[in-house]
């Protein structure tokens, strides 16, 4: 009998420390409301879930953008006008690896012309779809059968599906690396792989910004350590010196720091800082680039 306890105490305590704390799990079958999304508006058949192997099913074309975020499943429904069943309301809720994935995600398919509404972390909409995140999900709407949809109807959908979420409404901590007044925050993006395309810059954020009319990009290569950042600045600058391309390398006060005219980007200026990289590119002033440079570098934290 006591053996029996003690057996039993142990599956228990393994149970529950399998879940990290604070952590919410949610059965993604559940998350699509059921057996309608908004009153009038009826789930046509029954919710099909895609993996990684069968999301080509769904998304033929476009599955391979989604890997890199971590990618683990998608839950789809489709509901129908109960007024018009030719007009319809396919909704997918697509589970992905962080809240950093699903925002990386949202930005990639936002638009800067959609409206901004109130749900989840951020969301937008317009006549034919909506996107938004919360937590580690992406949620995207898409009207079919018609090109222009009363937005009321997205939002109640939208909403619907919010209540079957975990109540995570923070934003990436990432992103207050660049909230500084010259970037424009809707152009604000996570690259998952390949920031610049090069894959030494394994992943990091991007964003226009305007410095006194000066139009430029920044970006913060996001690495796990400082010798890691180190090592990717060191892989630019042998990229660009096997390129033929003159690099200026800056060292002051235990900084580190290049100019060079990418064969890409055109003007570059780039800062190790810990174990991040922060750089302006497609500048025409480098002094505005270095000033847009050192405000992030303040706002980082290692």
């Known amino acids: 009998m006591h053996m029996t306890r003690s057996i039993l105490f142990i599956f228990l305590c393994s149970l529950f420390t399998a879940v990290p704390s604070g952590a919410v799990y949610v059965s993604l079958e559940k998350i699509l409301p059921s057996p309608a999304c908004v009153p009038g508006w009826i789930m046509d058949e029954k919710i099909t879930l895609f993996n990684k192997d069968t999301l080509f099913d769904r998304i033929d074309g476009e599955a391979e953008l989604y890997f890199p975020y971590g990618f683990e499943m998608l839950a789809s429904a489709r509901y129908a006008s109960k007024q018009n069943p030719q007009i319809a309301v396919d909704a997918d809720v697509y589970k992905m690896g962080s809240l950093l994935d699903a925002f990386g995600m949202y930005a990639n398919y936002r638009r800067k012309d959609d409206a901004e509404i109130k749900v989840g972390a951020d969301g937008t909409v317009s006549s034919s779809q909506l996107f938004f995140y919360q937590g580690r999900y992406l949620v995207r709407l898409q009207v079919t059968g018609t090109t222009n949809l009363d937005q009321n109807v997205f939002l109640a ?5 919010t209540q079957n979420l975990p109540p995570n409404t923070d934003r990436p901590k990432e992103l207050e690396m660049v909230m500084i007044p010259a970037v424009i925050q809707k152009s604000v993006r996570y690259i998952a792989q390949s920031l610049l395309g090069y894959d030494f810059f394994r992943r990091g954020l991007i964003a226009d910004a305007i410095l006194k009319g000066e139009e430029m990009q920044v970006f913060v290569v996001l690495e796990d350590s400082r010798d890691a950042a180190l090592k990717a600045f060191e892989k630019y600058s042998e990229n660009l010196e096997a ?3 003159d ?3 800056i060292r002051t006060h235990g900084q580190i720091s290049l100019k060079a005219v990418d064969p890409l980007y055109g003007n570059i200026f780039v800062e190790h800082v810990g174990r991040y990289l922060v750089g302006g590119v497609r500048f ?19």
């Open 243 to 245: 390129s033929g391309i």
């Open 284 to 302: 025409k002033n480098a002094f505005a680039a270095e000033q847009l440079v050192d405000q992030i570098r303040k706002r980082l934290r290692d």
């Open 157 to 161: 959908c939208a909403r619907a599906i």
């Open 247 to 249: 690099a200026r390398v």
